[in-house]
């Protein structure tokens, strides 16, 4: 197992992520003895880094993996959990939540605690003090309930930031969504590149996204085979996230004992992407968008010419990022922190923006399938 350092500790490169264990059926019906089997065999294989969250497998992933991890040495592992902000009625239950995660996952304390999912739905409550979360957490990390504090995104660069300017200076970490797909798809670059400014390392979650990435078209697969004959498409996932020097944990949401096993072979050895080979990737993720997505190159020409004053450009990501996802959770989590008014259905069929868009999109028609998707 690949180790990198982290202020004075060492932690496993690849971490289990608690989100996708095995279920009997239903998300909410771990298969217990399996996760439990997986947890001892990645023990045993030098993972030492776990993460789960209050509202994994419908709130039972802390007390599996609570179980799990009970069986063995506190020192051995490094647990990580998240404060629920992603529900905005959990705002006001810091300290209840708290307490009884620290319960459930069966610890004295969390070596790893995040401000989960900030994101446009909930960066204003995170940064209302009537709440009281970042003070409260910080209480913990002083008390040492909590050894370190961060924060999970899956928002803009521009929510990130608005955080960052209020809570920077007390974050340790950020998690993030990077794949070789979202590097220029959902900003990863630059929020990388945001991380770095303020000398944050990161951590990384759905570098798989959710297991799609495994499977590639074949002719992508026969350009990536040529230039790695023996490495797999899943290799070729992780080897691009190898390749991001600020990136310390790589979280994978292993489901199956078989998964886990392929993940842990390929983090004992580190080889990261060439130029050649990163160069590759990228043009392979720009064709897989382009079947699916609409070509906005976010030039602001139609804003100036939409009667009922819609954000065009930033709708048309939301729906690329929907579209392509089929479905998915970040563009109504976006959506719902947008204005009645301003919302695709908002569109009245006009065509003025369509007239001067130099993409040539049917805006209008981008619209109503994006209302259709969404089951309005």
Known sequence: MIYKRFQDIELSALGMGAMRLPTLGKDSDIDRETAIQMVDYAMEHGVNYYDTAWGYHGGNSELVMGEALSRHPREKFYLADKFPGYSLKNMPKVKEIFVKQLEKCRVDYFDFYLFHNVCELNIDAYLDPKFGIYPYLIEQRDKGSIKHLGFSAHGSVEVMKRFLDAYGSDM?????????????????????????????????????????????????????????????????????????????????????PIQMAQNIGIFETEAPLNKEEFDALQKIAASMLQKKTVPCTACHYCVDHCPMGLDIPHLLSL???HAFSDGGFIAPMALAAIPADKQPDSCIGCASCSA???????????MTDFKNILGR
């Open 319 to 321: 729906y690329n990022e």
């Open 356 to 366: 001067v868009c130099p993409q040539q999109i049917d805006i209008p028609g981008t």
């Open 172 to 256: 340790e970490f950020c998690q993030l969504q990077i794949n070789f797909l979202d590097w220029e798809f959902q900003h990863a670059k630059e929020k990388v590149a945001l991380l770095n400014e303020w000398k944050i390392p990161v951590w990384v979650m759905e570098p798989l996204r959710g297991g799609k990435l495994c499977k590639l078209d074949d002719a992508y697969e026969t350009r990536l085979r040529a230039m790695r004959p023996d490495e797999t498409t899943t290799g070729w996932n992780f080897r691009f996230i190898q390749s991001l020097p600020e990136v310390v944990v790589t979280l994978s949401g292993m489901s199956d």
